[in-house]
């Protein structure tokens, strides 16, 4: 088995063993080339190593493994393990492995259910936007907020909010759709537009909602359940937005003319090869992609869900991009939350949600590593933070500045003056005239990721379980690389090696022991006294088979059957029970009587080279393993503490 896959299959399924009691885990079980062995790897692999169902004997496997480590010890005196291709690989796999023990996973998990949920129900909603950077002053801010309540209640006293959106909406799409973003699902709209809308009940309109883009008020006109995926194909006559009605009247027409040939019995594909204007589908007969809610125009969208039966199609859909004809090929419910875990989970991975996962694990890391921040430190920025530093134009004036930490935890620290570089090179970070909330926003940022560099620097000696799955990481790849070196490479090129062991031990693939025979057998109830006779008068005669078949053969009734054949052992069960022999001999063949005559006894002899090649390939990596293992146990020194082993044996024996 390639040890990568095997990797691979780690990857997948993180979930930690059970590990001895720690006083044992950590004694050490054998020293091999100088280099301890822990008794909790050897537990943890030898676990790892159990079929179920079946046992495994402890001793056995301590020879196993102690060749293992034999080979990973030649593979390190060799250097396999300094090459750059060796430390980047496993680089990769640690950086894979310390994501799982550098998250918050219960607030992920938390996450991850929400956002589950969510995705099992589209949300229809309309919005109107109060346009405002993010650098507005506190003025400036508090007049677009009244500017949104005072649209909010012109809705609320009953202006239709189409009429209002129109009016006052700053997002430019409002012309097109009145302010109706039309159905969307969880991840579609930025976080905290979506947390208003899936807070609110249908009917309900939000106070306004602050996002980057400034203040919106949101109205909920419906909340269905999600529809899934479907997969469809279409046919598109393109009309640009704001075309004369003309160029939409040609377009309309042609669409029509489309659909009456689809009603006649044309083929959908063909006829989207041939007439559709989008033409990355059109090569595919119209084929589109997988999509579900909110990942396609709403008029085009809603048009393709409200269809059945999968083949058929849809009348002429106007949308804001031209006319459409729309078939279903499949459909697919929401999966299961395990199904489904893996996509938002990677979604979660690229929004702001990941932020507060990663906040709340590094404020378990604070409270764990006793993070303090140096007060005095911290109120000189505060003071000596303006706008010019803020936009990275200026200089902070040190001669005042505190020396010292800015701040500290287990053993760690960052200088003032590390800090005031940080600031000075990183410049505006945040758009902000307020100092505390910049100075506050950069020390989150520095020391966030100074713990998580910290924590990730400690996993080996605070997680066993990492510890050895990392160790089982090095090894593996090691043992990869040295095998190929010593066995599996030799084996692949080595074609006069090959030749040479099929030469020494070619008596170990012989062929069967066989004869050369015919078979006379009568389908008769009196068969064998008749089949006896004819052969006790005829036998001497040269052309014995036609007296006989002549003899018992009428026209329609064949009683006589003869079967000439070179049988194997283990061919036939009837003729494995004779003596093979040269000569005459009577069996029972096939549930009838028979004569058998053995004209020649085929002994065993060594096999073709092409008809056992895989057998003689699979025996020299056998032989060069072993020749490698004998060279192993000569040029390195293994030390096993008896002792330990017996705790060992007692410690699996017991669970």
Known sequence: MKIRSYFLIILLYLTPLVCPAQELNTKTLMIVDGTGVEAGEFIRMYKKSIEPGKKLDIDSYLQQFTVFKLKVADALREGYDTTKSFRNELNGYRNQLAQNYLTDNQTKDKLLQKAYQRSLTDVNAWHILIAMPQNVSPADTLKAWQKAINIRERI?????????????????????????????????????????????????????????????????????????????AHIMKAVQPGAADSTSKKAEEEINRIYQLLQEGASFSDLAKKYSDHKESAVKGGELNWFGTGEIISDFSEAAFAMADTGKFTKPVHTIYGWHIIKLLDKKSPGTFEESSSYLESKINKSYLNSIS?????????KDYNFQINQDAYNWFIGHTDTLIIQGLKKYDRTTMPSGKMY?????????????????????????????????????????????????????????????????????????????????????????????YYDENKNKWLSRTGIEAEVYTMKSSDGEKQLSAAFEKYSRKNDLDDILLNKFNKINDTVLLISRNTWYKGDNPDIDKIEWKNGTQSLTYKGYPSIIIIKRVLEPSPLNYDKVQGEVMTGYQEFLDSEWIRQLNKKYNVKIDNVVFQEVKKNINNE
């Open 408 to 500: 500290s935890f287990a053993g760690q620290y960052f200088t003032t003056d590390e800090f005031a570089d940080y600031i000075e090179k990183r410049g505006s970070m945040i758009v902000t005239k307020d100092s505390s909330l910049f100075i506050n926003h950069l020390i989150d940022a520095r020391a966030g990721d100074h713990l998580i560099s910290y924590e990730n620097s400690q996993l080996e000696k605070k997680y066993p379980e990492f510890r050895y799955l990392m160790n089982e990481f090095h090894d593996g790849m090691l043992l990869f690389e040295v095998s190929g070196k010593n066995v599996w490479n030799r084996v692949s090129n080595d074609s006069s090696g090959l030749h040479h």
């Open 156 to 232: 609320i006293k009953g202006e239709p909010f189409e009429s209002v959106a129109r009016g006052t909406s700053d997002d430019k799409s409002v012309k097109i759709n009145g302010g109706n973003l039309g159905y969307f699902t969880v991840f579609q709209m930025i976080m905290p537009f979506e947390d208003a809308a899936y807070s609110l009940k249908k009917g309900a309109i939000s106070m306004p909602v602050r996002t980057p883009y400034g203040y919106h008020v949101i109205l909920v006109t419906d909340k269905r359940p999600s529809k899934g995926k479907i997969k469809v």
């Open 358 to 366: 990663k906040k709340s694990f590094v404020g378990k890391l604070k």
